[in-house]
Nanobody, 120 residues
Framework: QVQLVESGGGLVQPGNSLKLSCAAS????????MGWYRQTPGKERELVAT???????TYADSVKSRFTISTNNAKNTVYLQMNSLKPEDTAVYYC??????????????WGQGTQVTVSS
């Protein structure tokens, strides 16, 4: 079995920073693209940032220059450094990982989500 466990969410004032972490564990043989998504009530989940196994990154236009995605390959962990946070960044943030496991297949796995609230 595979688990993705997120941490680092919370309440922060506008302009401040937060760093999210997501650790993948279990029967992992190889790792593909990992990413962060976010969702607010009544809206579809949207992509925030992704990083390939080779280190190529992509960002939503709304977070470019403010957010940075990175990984610790040895720990199968993906991070999201969020700077200059705005109230519109408030959402539940989910990590996603494409993993190759002992089932001998690639599949997408999701974390449980962590709440980020930006408010004064």
């Amino acid at each position: 079995q595979v688990q993705l466990v997120e941490s680092g969410g919370g309440l922060v004032q506008p302009g401040n920073s937060l760093k999210l972490s997501c650790a993948a564990s279990g029967s992992i043989v190889n790792r593909g693209t990992m990413g962060w998504y976010r969702q607010t009530p009544g809206k579809e989940r949207e992509l925030v940032a992704t990083i390939t196994s080779g280190g190529t990154t992509t960002y939503a236009d709304s977070v470019k220059s403010r957010f940075t995605i990175s990984t610790n390959n040895a720990k199968n962990t993906v991070y999201l450094q969020m700077n200059s946070l705005k109230p519109e960044d408030t959402a539940v943030y989910y990590c996603k990982a494409r993993l190759y496991t002992y089932t001998r297949a690639w599949a997408d796995y999701w974390g449980q989500g962590t709440q980020v609230t930006v408010s004064s």
